[in-house]
């Protein structure tokens, strides 16, 4: 009797909605929003599958225009041309690459492995690690005086078969002297703003600040840089400076994504740890900035790959000119230009006879740097975040 009555009520208050749905109107309607849904879902699928297409085929057309000059491994030794470092330079260089090769075919072999024995294994893991490392140092070892001729010759403006190992190596060490500038400052900063900064109106003033620096074209950034440290300061075009112009340039980018970070970090893991008796100092350090790794790793190699596309600072504050005496030197007073400086360089006052294969060799290379990067920064991602390493043993 109860259930039977139950029924009833629920009959009786359903029955205005279901009159409701029955009608022809509202039946109208939700076909009519069910084909706008359809109609804007395979819009929306349709331009990001042209986006893709868009960008993957110009990656493909400039990796396969310039790629066979990053994989033609010489036979016979290519002897060294007398520069203080070029030694050291290849054997780093085929170190990374035979490690990449060997991570690569690592991955392979684990997804092989934990298919067979239906799931992953810490074993395979170790082994893969240590086949990865062992393929490096042998690959260095045996093919350092065998690595392609256009990734360790020094540049030519005027003859053919000139090379970017000077290049490759002041990207990379432009990354790393911003980094040193860019991460600590940008990190502090941010984390200042988004938990102890205590007067709002100077946060927003700051963060205003921020925006519009970020903003600003970066050509202004080269022109302050040639004012303050070339001219003023009578450095000359150097590395240091140009390192800190494009540290100028990625603080603000730094600060604002790290601050969006740090503030999704959950007030309770924060609040636990003050709870427990840690200081603000102590919870910022071990509990926030371990938590919110991975969007700080995200800024970080946006950064980077400012570092690796901009051209116009480094023209005005570290030059386009490479000297054979310091191609490989680690001082950072000394000029030098990056890919992406020589590749303007060579597209617009170049006068070799294959500046277009030197040009579509130079783009294929900052695309295979920039994508390791990303690589290297999805495997240190790990080290931080909700389930990463770091917090683990946080929360212990």
């Known amino acids: 009797m109860t259930g039977l ?68 491994f010489t036979s016979f030794a290519t002897p060294l041309s007398d520069v203080d470092g070029e030694d050291i330079m290849r054997f780093v260089l085929a170190a990374g690459i035979f490690a990449a090769l060997a991570w690569a075919a690592g991955i392979v072999i684990r997804e092989v492995v934990a298919r067979v024995r239906g799931g992953a294994s810490r074993k395979a893991d170790r ?29 030519s403006e005027t003859r053919a078969g000139g090379g970017i190992g000077p290049e490759i190596f002041n990207t990379i060490y432009f990354a790393f002297l911003s980094t040193l500038v860019t991460l600590p400052v ?52 150097s590395l240091f400076a140009g390192a800190i112009v494009l540290a100028i340039l990625n603080l603000p980018l730094m600060v604002g994504i ?8 959950p007030r309770e893991l924060e609040e636990a740890s003050l709870a427990l008796g840690a200081t603000p100092v102590q919870t910022a350090l071990r ?57 303007w360089y060579v597209n617009s006052a170049g006068l070799a006879p294959d500046r277009a294969d030197v040009s579509a060799g130079t783009a294929a290379a900052l695309v ?16 931080g975040g909700a389930a990463g390493t770091r917090m683990r043993r946080a929360t212990r």
């Open 186 to 237: 940008g990190v502090g900063a941010a984390l200042y703003m988004a938990r102890f900064a205590k007067q709002r109106r100077f946060v927003a003033a700051l963060r205003m600040a921020l925006d519009t620096l970020a903003s600003l074209p970066s050509i202004v950034y080269g022109l302050f840089g040639f004012l303050v440290f070339v001219v003023e300061m009578k450095l000359g075009y």
């Open 5 to 72: 009555v139950d029924a009833r009520a629920r009959r009786a208050e359903n029955g205005p909605l279901e009159a409701a749905a029955s009608s022809p109107r509202l039946r109208r309607g939700m076909r009519s929003g069910r084909l706008l849904e359809e109609v804007l879902g395979r819009l929306l699928a349709t331009i990001a599958i042209s986006v893709a297409v868009l960008y993957g085929g110009g990656l493909s057309y400039l990796v396969a225009r310039g790629g066979s000059r990053l994989v033609a």
């Open 127 to 155: 082994i893969a690690h240590g086949v990865t490392g062992l393929a490096a140092l042998a690959g260095a070892l045996a093919f350092r005086d065998h690595l392609p001729r256009f990734l360790i010759s020094l540049p």
């Open 368 to 383: 295979v740097l920039i994508l390791l990067t990303n690589v290297l920064a999805a495997r240190l991602a790990r080290f």
């Open 287 to 343: 509990v926030t900035v371990p938590y919110a790794w991975p969007g700080i790793l995200s800024a970080l190699v946006l950064t980077i790959g400012r570092v690796f596309a901009e051209s116009a600072p480094l023209i005005m504050t570290a030059g386009t000119t490479v000297s054979r005496g310091t191609a490989y030197s680690l001082d950072p007073f000394r000029g030098g230009e990056t890919l992406a400086v020589h590749l």
């Open 258 to 265: 790290t601050e969006e970070s740090l503030r999704a970090v």
